[in-house]
């Protein structure tokens, strides 16, 4: 039997870094929105009746064999590690031939990772017939994923990979809570434009950057993530009512806070993306993830986005081909 999975990525509206623990609790409030997307990853699981494994990593180029599994954990390919961690965990008895594709560019900040992640969750718990609760894949993916990184992660990344849509997840002491918002799915196809700057992001080490000021009670980084909390609560109200046309501002005044953040948050790729961006009409541009590279979205009329893709080609960044979905 063979076991396919599929799970969106997602890009994100407001609220990006106070999913990560400890922030939400430093700055009560904290919520995010993302949004699902078509670029996805993918996982093909094929179990065998002896100890052989065969690895495939498509999109790397990278295959491998194995004669079991203790060989495979003690290899120290960096194209394993991600695949490592799962399978220390899940430690199956038996071999299999596992393939794994990510259509989301390296560091594009699209939470290509952790898609995977629930991609390979999904795809070890189907085979082993585990039961997991949202919240447990949730927070097993968040764990797994921190283990590869070495510094904290957040939780919103996983959610649209698991529960595909427009979603809103609320933070506090309880941990989080997630629902789906619905929302005009032809109106943000025609928005959207999803532009990879050339540059991979690297989010662990941007977040903690983030995170170890804050807890050591830096004030200016507590008033910076209290301006993004604000943002991502008018975010979270404007979707809620479908105020539609209140997006571009709130996208600004994310790209403005989060950078007032941290530098590393930006770029001269990214700021060079925007200037051409809104000289071609664009209504608003907002950084992927944590930034510092990768993607960015361009928000702007459907008359502007045909411009705005031919623009981006010419200046060498890479127009990606991306709607929301709702469903894997």
Not at 149 to 162: E, S
Not at 166 to 173: D, T
């Amino acid at each position: 039997m063979k076991y396919s999975i599929k799970s969106p990525t997602r890009v994100d509206f407001a609220g990006g870094t106070l999913d990560c623990w400890p922030l939400y609790l430093l700055v009560p409030g904290c919520q995010t929105i993302n949004l699902s997307l078509s670029i996805s990853t993918f996982v093909e699981l094929e179990p065998r009746t002896d100890s052989q494994i065969r690895i495939e990593v498509v999109d790397l180029g990278f295959i491998r064999n194995f004669s079991h599994l203790d060989e495979l954990l003690a290899d120290t390919s960096p194209e394993l590690q991600l695949l490592q961690a799962h399978l220390a965990h899940f430690r199956p008895t038996l071999g299999f031939v596992l393939r794994t594709r990510s259509e989301s560019p390296v560091g594009g900040g699209l939470g290509g990772s952790s898609s995977l992640c629930i991609s390979l969750i999904k795809a070890f718990s189907s085979w082993l017939d585990l039961s997991l609760t949202a919240a447990e894949t949730v927070q097993l993916a968040a764990n797994l994923e921190a283990q590869v990184l070495r510094k904290p992660t957040g939780t919103q990344d996983y959610f649209p990979a698991l529960k595909p849509g427009l979603g809103l997840i609320e933070y506090g002491p309880w941990g989080f809570r997630h629902r789906l918002l619905p929302f005009p799915k032809d109106l943000f196809a025609e928005c959207m434009t999803l532009v990879y700057t050339g540059q991979p992001h690297h989010s662990g080490l941007n977040n903690w950057q983030v995170i170890k000021a804050a807890v050591e009670g830096e004030a200016r980084t507590l008033r910076c993530l209290e301006d993004l909390r604000t943002v991502a609560q008018e975010m979270g109200e404007a979707c809620v009512g479908g105020h539609w046309g209140r997006l571009p501002q709130l996208f600004d005044r994310e790209f403005e806070g989060r950078i007032a953040l941290s530098e590393a948050f930006v770029s001269s790729e990214i700021l060079r993306l925007k200037e051409l961006a809104l000289k071609q009409g664009a209504d608003a541009v907002k950084i992927c993830g944590a930034g510092g590279g990768g993607c960015v979205m361009i928000w702007s009329s459907s008359l502007k986005k045909a411009s705005l893709w031919e623009a981006c080609q010419q200046e060498g960044f890479q127009p990606l081909a991306a709607s929301p979905v709702t469903s894997p």
